[in-house]
């Protein structure tokens, strides 16, 4: 079986600080990890993945996510918040092994706010 | 259009009424899934096609849901007899052969309210 968390429902940032949106998961092969964003009544639209090479990866709209093996992380980041990136984030994890479905299963979202 | 296209985008019925939505993916995409995401919660997995054969189901995927992918093209999802607890968004996403390593293309989705 495989599982995201996102621990925080909300994450309010000011515009121009670096804000973190935070993901661990659980996986049994290799995990493949996706972040997308959600505006208010549309779909998904995806940010950026990990499949395998550098830890750090970059995304669209100057976001970036860093995997974390060890502690099965993979939180998004941004440098500078713009008021623009209120939105709600969802992580997602599948199994890359080649063993695992192709679904992919979802954390339950965060919410962040920029303030201006 | 380059898009993975839904419609409608909402739909109210009345608890009891059969609806059907349609999905019309990334027209290179071999894979499509279906995802029902209720309000505060993710998207959850409901059922996906490798062309025309549904490979994969949740168990979410009630006697009442049925999906349909006739000719590997666009896809149809249909709910029967529909209740309360059937209201969502319904997502359709579509990928490469690849299975998603490069990202699956979500559409708008499909809001429905049943009254």
């Known amino acids: 079986a495989q599982s995201v968390a996102q621990p925080e429902d909300q994450v309010n940032v000011a515009e121009g600080n670096p804000l973190t949106v935070k993901c661990t998961y659980s996986?049994?092969?290799?995990?493949?990890l996706f972040w997308y964003v959600q505006y208010p009544n549309r779909g998904l639209q995806f940010l950026l993945k990990?499949?395998?090479?550098?830890?750090l990866v970059k995304g669209s709209y100057g976001f970036e996510a860093e995997f974390n093996k060890s502690q099965t992380s993979f939180h998004l980041k941004k440098p500078s918040a713009l008021v623009s990136d209120s939105a709600l984030y969802f992580c997602?994890?599948?199994?890359?092994?080649?063993?695992?479905?192709?679904?992919?299963?979802f954390g339950k979202g965060t919410k962040l706010s920029v303030i201006p | 259009d380059t898009g993975v296209s839904q419609n409608p985008r909402h739909k109210i019925t009345k608890r009891g009424q059969n609806v059907t939505f349609r999905c019309d993916p990334i027209?290179?995409?071999?894979?499509l899934y279906w995802y029902r995401q209720t309000l505060g919660q993710g998207p959850e997995f409901l059922t996906y096609?490798?062309?025309?054969?549904?490979?994969?189901k949740s168990r979410l995927l009630s006697d009442r849901f049925s999906a349909e992918r006739p000719k590997g093209s666009f896809s149809t999802l249909e709910i029967q007899r529909t209740e309360q607890g059937d209201s969502a968004m319904y997502l359709c996403?579509?990928?490469?052969?690849?299975?998603?390593?490069?990202?699956?293309?979500f559409g708008s989705g499909t809001r429905l309210t049943v009254v």
């Open positions: 996403a579509s990928s490469t052969i690849q299975g998603g390593s490069y990202g699956y293309t």
């Open positions: 996986v049994s092969g290799n995990p493949y």
């Open positions: 990990y499949i395998t090479g550098d830890n």
């Open positions: 997602a994890v599948r199994d890359g092994s080649g063993a695992g479905s192709y679904q992919l299963t």
């Open positions: 027209s290179e995409h071999n894979r």
């Open positions: 096609f490798q062309n025309e054969a549904q490979l994969e």
